[in-house]
């Protein structure tokens, strides 16, 4: 754990100069970071900087917040909107992809920007960061108008950003249309920013007869803090299940030891592993993408090693919005015959 000063405990590092002043970057490799800083917001918690080990080239947090010169290079395939938010835009901040569920974007703000987000070109402080209240109004408008929007998804940035007093009035608006059954918000705070997980946010978050989902963003098990654990903890018994979304980044969690020990946390903690996603084509993210092959081979030997509880299923955003798919190894071979986890080959059940 970093020795970090006094001040760094209390604040947000939001600068190339701020962590440098924190010692998380030393003025040399830190040259060239001004071009990234300009492009892509920058935010490191203290309960992240606290976790950071400077000296560590391969430290996993490290590498999720800390801006490198690497996010300059361009990789074939990259685009700003890698899984077509704005194809499927019905009102702003509203996306329709599916027919039973839509994504409501309330807020451009994180506590965090990670190095690899999918949402990088629209995410930061710069621009209007809170969905208006007329865009609201509208988006509130759209979901009433179609029965067939079962499940609402809050998303953002991250939403838990808001203020306690305004997630209970969305959430209470949500909660007047009849149709709308369960509301599921994605966030990353209770891992980057615990302290804001207060009793008031969780009875904002409640709603009289509707489910209530928090879907938490975590990559690392180093993440789950003793403050993390209790944020997640007061979610839990005040009566909102977590299910967890993990990222596949090289040099963070691309190996089969580091994703299971992530996984078993999660389960021990009482979420449910849900989506691991195979890394969108963000600009300026490539040092972070495994191939599909190699998610497919950890995935091959979480299923050798971990219980069902503590499988996610591996997922792929086509590009341009086309769809979420599961890319899960094969166990059924063309001809019939089933393949172990360890890859003995055994025949058709059903030929014998
Ligand atoms: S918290 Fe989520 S939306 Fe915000 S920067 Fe990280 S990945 Fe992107």
Not at 237 to 256: C, E, H
Request: net charge negative; charged share 20%.
């Amino acid at each position: 754990m970093t020795d970090i000063s006094a001040h760094t405990r209390t604040r947000t590092l939001k600068s190339v100069d701020d962590l440098i002043a924190a010692g998380l970057l030393s003025a040399v490799p830190a040259a060239g970071l001004d071009a990234v800083a300009d492009r892509y917001a920058i935010a490191v918690t203290p309960a992240m900087a606290v976790l950071i080990d400077p000296t560590d080239t391969s430290d996993p947090i490290a590498r999720q917040f800390l801006p490198t010169v690497a996010e300059l290079a361009a990789t074939p395939g990259e685009t700003s909107d890698p899984i077509g938010d704005a194809k499927h835009e019905k009102v702003p901040g509203l996306v329709h992809r599916y027919p039973d569920r839509v994504l409501l974007k309330l807020t451009h703000a994180c506590p965090v920007y990670c190095r690899f987000c999918f949402r990088r070109e629209m995410v930061g402080p710069g621009g209007a960061q809170m969905l208006d209240t007329p865009s609201l109004a509208a988006a509130l408008a759209y979901i009433a108008a179609d029965p067939a929007i079962f499940e609402v998804i809050l998303t953002g940035g991250d939403p838990l950003m808001l203020a306690p007093r305004r997630i209970a009035e969305i959430s209470q608006a949500l909660a007047a249309i009849p149709h709308v059954q369960v509301l599921r918000w994605h966030s990353r705070v209770p891992v980057v920013a615990p302290e804001r997980i207060t009793p008031a946010l969780v009875d904002a978050l409640r709603v009289e007869g509707k489910a209530v989902f928090v879907g938490l963003h975590t990559n690392h098990a180093r993440e789950l803090t003793p403050a993390a654990r209790v944020a997640i903890a007061r979610l839990i018994d005040g009566g909102i299940p977590l299910l967890s979304q993990t990222v596949l980044l090289a040099g963070v969690n691309d190996t089969a030891e580091v994703m299971a020990e992530l996984m078993r946390t999660l389960v021990s903690l009482r979420i449910k592993p849900y989506y691991l996603h195979h890394m969108d084509q963000a600009p300026g993210t490539g040092h972070f993408r495994t191939t599909i092959a190699a998610g497919q081979e950890l995935m091959r030997v979480l299923r050798g090693t971990l219980s069902g509880l503590a499988q996610p299923v591996y997922v792929l955003d086509i590009a341009g919005g086309v769809a979420k798919v599961p890319i899960l190894p094969n166990y059924l071979e063309p001809d019939g015959q089933v393949r172990a986890p360890d890859g003995t080959l055994y025949p058709d059940p059903e030929r014998g």
